[in-house]
């Protein structure tokens, strides 16, 4: 092979190199894609626990308001399971009103207590105080509210999308637990 033959195939090489795609980095799927999203404060996963203890609360109400917490906030899993929640609760509803009482107000205080992350996931250690006012039948609304304050553990996903909201599950003995928790 002569000197200018292996100089062609040489620049051929190189440039035929140059046509091929380049390899770079693998691409974002979902796995990396979430890794890369940073761990939210204490403060913005009480938020969306308020949220979504708030939307919980409020099918109780003799007249729920809408749901406020956003869809990309919360997994597929977690609101599947809100939906699975809904006609217990409503029956409950229901046989709590056959008695001539219902739910006419509440208030809820979310206090995060411990958060924990790992990767692609984080537990957060909450409890919830919520008051709740009633009517009934015989004597109407009620001055004195009743209230629970109840233990629990909420699990977040990392995802594209950010940060979102998996479960949330009371903590020990699920006896008594107020009408709007239905326990899995």
């Known amino acids: 092979m002569s000197r200018r033959s292996v100089v062609v195939a040489a620049l051929l090489g190189l ?17 990396l894609a979430a890794a890369a999203v940073s761990t939210p404060s204490s403060a913005e996963f009480a938020a969306i626990i308020q949220t979504a203890v708030e939307d919980r609360n409020g099918v109780a109400m003799d007249l729920p308001p809408a749901p406020r917490l956003p869809e990309g906030k ?4 977690y609101r599947a399971k809100r939906e699975r929640d809904l006609p217990v609760v409503t029956e409950s509803k229901a046989r709590f009103k056959s008695f001539g009482f219902w739910y006419t107000s509440f208030s809820t205080t979310v206090t995060v207590e411990s958060t924990e992350s790992s990767g692609t996931e984080a537990t ?27 233990p629990q553990i909420a699990t977040f996903k990392a995802s594209a999308q950010g940060w979102q909201l998996d479960s949330i599950t009371p ?6 637990l107020p009408m709007s928790v239905v326990p899995h």
Request: proline fraction near 11%.
């Open 15 to 31: 440039a035929l190199a140059g046509c091929q795609p380049n390899a770079g980095p693998p691409s974002a799927g979902p796995a």
């Open 74 to 77: 919360a997994t597929a899993a």
């Open 124 to 150: 957060v250690r909450f409890k919830e105080l919520t008051e709740q006012h009633q009517a009934s039948a015989a004597s109407g609304p009620s001055n004195v509210p009743e209230s629970y304050s109840l």
């Open 171 to 176: 903590v020990g003995n699920n006896f008594g």
